[in-house]
């Protein structure tokens, strides 16, 4: 045991001894590895560079670079082929597709949620905490023409074209969510089914409400000087004076080209959407879903505001029921366009006077529209 | 339960497009959809490689995530499957999957999108097994028979392996080690001829 025990006390020492002959060696091979002379000498000799001048790679590491659409041989554009002549079928790997998962899960549904939520809500606590808007003086029983029957028609067509959109579109991006616990599955898929379509066939549909808005409307809606004054001052909430609007004012003007451009907006990247599989349009379909769906949230939430704005101001609903509006309404909150309009009717009036000679009935008609 | 994986190995698949076509039989899929298909690199050049791709049947499936009317579910198997009565045809499911999965045959007046059609790995569908309903809409179950899909049985150069993800990866575990020994030896063979008795520092390839 002794002799055992001496030999081994033997061997660590000689394994000290080993142990620090290694490092020493590896300290002067380190500094001499730094001397620029031995440097470059190491460089010739590195065996490295002798075997990347062999050439050896894996003969598929541009398979893998090509799967997952990423650069390979010099050239961006990388050329994977198939005998299915589907589109996109020469792709082996959709990389978009993940982050178009992310957007729309972990983005569009929560926050476009929050933000609809909280607008609705928003604006329901503003109905039920800020008094109505009374017309001052009461209605005084006359009545003003204000709107024409092409312009009630078009803007009607739009409130129910837009709010079937809304309908539909609200159901097959969040009723996953909220229909689904209520309805089922069986009997949400019947609802999504008839969404979809539905959708897609009444779509085309608002290019032309829009046409028709803007051709009725747009005469109103040019910008006018007092627009800026209207907007600073919140709607002459913080204006000391009473402003003098015309025929509409900065924010129903704001609401008009919000609904225009979020329309054209909405109008193009459906379109895309109902011709997914052109090789056009292949590429920003994804694209175009988040932009479809964004401005359609924007603009839910502009149409809420404007029912709310409506449903808050007395009178306001008068001129899309039949055209007319009360006369104190008039003078309150377009006075302006009030003055014109009553310059312009008690000239119509004279030429009324005259023409009642000839027909009694086209008196009412032509004066009040 | 296993959990069932496809896994082509690109250094065997020759593109002769077997998967696709005893797919397309098997399944007896519509006009102008193929559940699978085959993707080549480099076609006619050196390094020229192919790969067979369908659904790869994900444990967190895009698909799935993103479906307006959640019509998917996973099998026991890991097989990720659809409900055809509940699909509406919307396409999400195509967008979000990295793959190409997901396939639409065209319907309606206007050849819009009718109810998606994907690889099922011959598992059938939510339909009673064996049924011709469930032929009629999901094609062959082959599981329920005991059968692998038919494109990986079919494949001639056992490119394409399906089955349990562990005797799947062992297969291939042992080509890749038996490619690697391989490349080995014949590294040491082009060392040995090109170096000779240079000085190099390796020390392995010397004579």
């Known amino acids: 045991?002794?002799?055992?025990?001496?030999?081994?006390?033997?061997?660590?020492?000689?394994?000290?001894?080993?142990?620090?002959?290694?490092?020493?060696?590896?300290?002067?091979?380190?500094?001499?590895?730094?001397?620029?002379?031995?440097?470059?000498?190491?460089?010739?000799?590195?065996?490295?560079?002798?075997?990347?001048?062999?050439?050896?790679?894996?003969?598929?590491?541009?398979?893998?670079?090509?799967?997952?659409?990423?650069?390979?041989?010099?050239?961006?554009?990388?050329?994977?082929?198939?005998?299915?002549?589907?589109?996109?079928?020469?792709?082996?790997?959709?990389?978009?597709?993940?982050?178009?998962?992310?957007?729309?899960?972990?983005?569009?549904?929560?926050?476009?949620?929050?933000?609809?939520?909280?607008?609705?809500?928003?604006?329901?606590?503003?109905?039920?905490?800020?008094?109505?808007?009374?017309?001052?003086?009461?209605?005084?029983?006359?009545?003003?023409?204000?709107?024409?029957?092409?312009?009630?028609?078009?803007?009607?067509?739009?409130?129910?074209?837009?709010?079937?959109?809304?309908?539909?579109?609200?159901?097959?991006?969040?009723?996953?969510?909220?229909?689904?616990?209520?309805?089922?599955?069986?009997?949400?898929?019947?609802?999504?089914?008839?969404?979809?379509?539905?959708?897609?066939?009444?779509?085309?549909?608002?290019?032309?409400?829009?046409?028709?808005?803007?051709?009725?409307?747009?005469?109103?809606?040019?910008?006018?000087?007092?627009?800026?004054?209207?907007?600073?001052?919140?709607?002459g909430l913080l204006s000391k004076k009473h402003l003098k609007i015309g025929f509409f004012n900065a924010g129903e003007k704001l609401l008009f080209w919000f609904t225009i451009w979020l329309g054209v907006v909405l109008s193009i990247t459906g379109l895309l959407l109902l011709f997914p599989y052109y090789e056009q349009t292949e590429a920003y379909t994804q694209l175009a879903i988040a932009i479809h769906a964004i401005a359609a949230l924007l603009l839910i939430a502009i149409a809420f505001a404007h029912v709310w704005m409506v449903v808050t101001i007395e009178g306001t609903m008068d001129a899309m029921k039949d055209g007319n509006v009360d006369e104190n309404w008039a003078k309150y909150h377009h006075s302006r366009w009030y003055e014109e309009t009553t310059v312009a009717n008690k000239a119509l009036d004279v030429d009324a006077h005259v023409e009642e000679m000839s027909s009694s009935e086209s008196r009412k008609e032509g004066v009040y529209q | 339960m296993a959990n069932v994986k496809f896994y082509c190995d690109s250094e065997r698949c020759i593109e002769c497009n077997g998967c696709v076509t005893a797919c397309k039989n098997e399944n007896d899929v519509p006009w102008g959809v193929n559940r699978r298909r085959v993707v080549t690199v480099k076609d006619g050049e050196p390094g020229e490689r192919s790969l067979s791709v369908a659904c790869m049947h994900c444990s967190d499936a895009p698909c799935a995530a993103v479906c307006p009317v959640d019509c998917f579910y996973t099998t026991d198997n890991g097989i990720v499957l659809h409900d055809k009565d509940i699909c509406i045809g919307c396409g999400y499911c195509s967008y979000a999957c990295p793959f190409g999965a997901p396939q639409f045959p065209e319907s309606g007046a206007f050849s819009s999108k009718g109810k998606m059609d994907k690889c099922t790995f011959c598992a059938g569908g939510p339909e009673e097994t064996g049924s011709a309903e469930e032929y009629q809409k999901y094609g062959a179950n082959r599981l329920a028979e005991g059968k692998l899909p038919l494109c990986a049985e079919m494949c001639a150069t056992k490119a394409l392996l399906a089955g349990d993800a562990n005797v799947v990866s062992d297969i291939y575990r042992q080509r890749v080690i038996n490619r690697s020994m391989s490349t080995l030896a014949s590294n040491v063979r082009i060392q040995k001829d090109f170096l000779g008795s240079s000085p190099d520092l390796t020390g392995k390839a010397t004579k």
């Not at chain 1, 030999?7 to 300290?27: A, D, E």
């Not at chain 1, 460089?43 to 590491?61: F, M, W």
């Not at chain 1, 067509?157 to 089922?184: D, N, S």
């Open chain 1, 1 to 235: 045991m002794d002799a055992l025990k001496r030999s081994s006390k033997t061997i660590t020492s000689l394994n000290v001894n080993l142990s620090l002959l290694v490092c020493f060696i590896v300290i002067i091979f380190a500094m001499l590895s730094f001397s620029p002379v031995f440097a470059a000498e190491g460089k010739l000799g590195n065996s490295n560079t002798a075997t990347h001048q062999l050439g050896v790679k894996s003969p598929a590491t541009d398979l893998w670079r090509a799967v997952r659409n990423r650069d390979f041989g010099g050239s961006k554009g990388m050329s994977s082929t198939s005998q299915i002549k589907s589109l996109g079928a020469n792709t082996f790997i959709n990389v978009k597709g993940q982050e178009w998962r992310k957007f729309r899960q972990n983005w569009l549904l929560p926050y476009g949620g929050y933000f609809l939520v909280s607008v609705v809500g928003f604006l329901f606590f503003l109905y039920v905490v800020i008094k109505k808007v009374k017309i001052p003086n009461g209605r005084s029983g006359k009545s003003v023409s204000r709107l024409s029957t092409m312009q009630r028609v078009s803007h009607w067509f739009m409130v129910i074209l837009i709010g079937f959109m809304a309908l539909t579109g609200l159901l097959l991006l969040f009723g996953r969510l909220v229909a689904i616990p209520v309805l089922g599955l069986d009997g949400f898929a019947f609802v999504a089914s008839a969404s979809k379509e539905s959708h897609n066939v009444f779509g085309p549909l608002v290019i032309v409400s829009l046409l028709l808005m803007l051709i009725y409307f747009i005469q109103h809606n040019w910008p006018a000087k007092g627009d800026i004054k209207w907007l600073f001052s919140l709607g």
